[in-house]
């Protein structure tokens, strides 16, 4: 048995609604809300490169914590590839978001830009641009 792709990303958040509108507002992603349970949740999509025909999803979603969340959320990060990556880190710097520095890393045919951020609760984001 083997991994074969990422089904999702579930974050628990102290204020789901309040994280997927920063979420919405800073990184245009639309959530669907679960009004029961306050879920938040959104699908990224793509084609199976072997069958073409097969289209598979990734599921983001912001979960109500089990408990209260302090701002020390561990060691991980969520990398979103983006299409223009000095205009996203320019309107998020200009909403007064602290965006360091982009780097660009290459590899024989390519690679790309990154930079890193922090969310409303302190998670890690990392933002990719490919060069390619």
Do not use: C
Request: no cysteine; proline share 3%; charged share 25%.
């Amino acid at each position: 048995m083997e991994v074969n792709g990422i089904g999702g990303v579930f974050i628990y958040a102290n204020d789901p609604r309040s994280l997927a509108e920063w979420y919405s507002r800073h990184l245009g992603i639309e959530f669907t809300r679960d009004e029961a349970s306050d879920n938040h949740y959104m699908l990224f999509y793509y084609r199976d490169d072997y069958e073409p025909s097969k289209r598979l999803d990734t599921t983001f979603a912001i979960l109500p914590a089990r408990g209260s969340l302090g701002l020390d959320r561990g060691e991980f990060m969520i990398n979103f590839r983006v299409n223009d990556l000095e205009v996203l880190a320019t309107q998020l710097a200009a909403a007064g978001i602290a965006v360091e520095e982009i780097q660009i890393l290459r590899d024989g045919e390519g690679f790309g830009k990154f930079t890193h951020l922090v969310d409303l609760e302190g998670n890690q984001i990392e933002l990719y641009q490919p060069l390619r």
